[in-house]
């Protein structure tokens, strides 16, 4: 019922962020306007803390937790990296190509907020005084976190929680996957060039390839890899935004290769996801139809919608976090408070956060 309640609420303060579009519709020259992929990225992550938590809840998960259990994860997951994936061949195709300036400009932005957040949750785990570390398979929760609680961490493991190689958070795998597509795409961009597309596409889809083969060999913490197409899918997108536009045909053959290849992976692949051809579907739905809609309407500038989606990212990264420390206090009893304490941290960290990237 939490569930439920919670949506309602994220429905109801999309729909008063709405106003009608004053430019008309042909003003939007984007596959995905900018008002479309901040709610998407504030859909997907409230659909992210919502899955997680019928992952942990105390209660059987029945009707909606049930469905976001299920699927709620990989759906938010495709919209969160093909959106990614987009937006920066988008913001970046115009820039030189300088690493200095990229590193600074795109890599800071994801790397620093990174940090932040994870030196505030070692602080947090310090102030937990736990006496035994609790299992992740039956209770949930991190053991790194606790590790640091029971003070029983290596102080040499200490500065590799800033690496990802070892992690606070297991959902923190995501920094790692999105700095590998920015890097490929920053290569890409400097030897190859974006002029000549095709190329570029074969680069980068033989890029993340070889990644995906690396995360299965080393068992990095994202048996995720099955959702690399999503970002291979919104690059793809951005480069040949204007065909795309004009052109039917060029629609339809790429649906029918993305269909093609999630057939394929459902049939083939070890995974046991029945379901993932089914959520990725929804999730190029969901695309589709907020960038339909957001050609006749728009976003107010200060609505909740463009702040939540503001602190999406930190929202993220700080949920698991904020998990264990409920299940600290009383066990995984609520959604609401992991989704408000979560906000309340992202608002605070917010500045520092800013404050840093402006130096």
């Not at 939490?2 to 962020?17: D, G, H, N, R, Y």
């Not at 020259?29 to 008002?35: A, K, L, Q, R, V």
């Not at 961490?153 to 920094?175: D, E, Q, R």
């Not at 989606?309 to 420390?325: A, K």
Request: aromatic share 14%; glycine share 4%.
């Amino acid at each position: 019922m939490e569930t439920v309640v919670v949506l309602a609420i994220a429905i109801f303060a999309f729909i008063v962020s709405l106003e009608q579009r004053n430019d008309g519709i042909h003003a939007v020259e984007s596959i995905i306007p900018i008002d479309a992929s901040l709610s998407l990225k504030a859909l997907a992550c409230i659909i992210i803390v919502c899955h997680h938590f019928a992952l942990r809840s105390s209660f059987q998960p029945e009707g909606v937790e049930n469905i976001l259990q299920i699927g709620g994860g990989n759906c938010a997951l495709c919209i969160f990296l093909i959106l990614s994936s987009y937006g920066i061949t988008k913001s970046e195709s115009l820039h030189p190509p300088v690493f200095k300036e990229f590193l600074f400009r795109r890599m800071a932005k994801i790397l620093i907020p990174f940090w932040v957040v994870t030196a505030f949750v070692i602080v947090v785990a310090m102030s937990l005084p736990m006496s035994y570390i609790p299992d992740f398979d039956t209770e949930k929760v991190t053991p790194n976190f606790f590790k640091i609680s029971c003070g029983v961490m290596p102080l040499w493991k200490i500065p590799l929680l800033f690496t990802g190689a070892v992690s606070i958070n297991p959902h923190m795998w995501f920094v790692c996957v999105i700095t590998f597509s920015y890097f490929l795409f920053f290569l890409i961009k400097k030897t190859v060039g974006l002029e000549r597309k095709g190329m570029c596409v074969a680069v980068y889809i033989v890029g993340m390839v070889l990644f995906s083969v690396v995360c299965r060999q080393i068992h990095y913490p994202a048996h995720y890899w099955r959702n690399l197409w999503a970002l291979v899918l919104g690059f793809y997108l951005a480069l040949y935004e204007k065909d795309m536009m004009s052109t039917k045909a060029r629609v339809l053959l790429l649906l029918a290769v993305v269909e093609l290849y999630l057939l394929s992976y459902t049939m083939f692949s070890n995974d046991n996801v029945d379901s993932y051809m089914l959520n990725a579907n929804i999730a190029m739905l969901a695309i589709v139809i907020f960038a339909s809609l957001f050609r006749r309407v728009s976003l107010r500038p200060r609505s909740a919608v463009v702040c939540f989606s503001s602190l999406s990212y930190l929202v993220y990264l700080l949920h698991g976090s904020i998990f264990n420390v409920q299940w600290y206090l009383w066990g995984h009893r609520s959604l609401a408070f992991v989704l408000v304490v979560s906000v309340i941290c992202a608002m605070l960290l917010k500045y520092p956060i800013d404050y840093i990237l402006k130096k």
